[in-house]
């Protein structure tokens, strides 16, 4: 059983971190109109928004993504060592 969590764990944690990936590569190359953009937009926004208020943008630079990617990696292994 506790294979399987962490199984579904490293799981999420892999398609949380490519989502956010695919965000910021999108958002250099790709019109914001877009609609796959748009899409991505939808599904990775409310996770770095609250990230945003905390952490604001340093010169033109959003850290968020960075910083959303270390907190899921975190909280990935903190689930992993709590299962094991």
């Known amino acids: 059983m506790n294979t399987l969590l962490v199984l579904i764990i490293n799981s999420v944690a892999s398609l949380l971190n490519l989502l956010v990936l695919v965000y910021v590569i999108l958002s250099y190359f790709m019109d914001p109109y877009h609609p796959v953009r748009r899409f991505v937009d939808r599904l990775v926004e409310p996770m770095l928004s609250p990230i ?33």
């Open 52 to 84: 945003r208020r905390v952490v604001p943008l340093i010169g033109m630079f959003d850290f968020s993504p960075f910083i959303f990617l270390i907190l899921v990696q975190f909280i990935q292994r903190v689930l992993i060592q709590i299962l094991r």
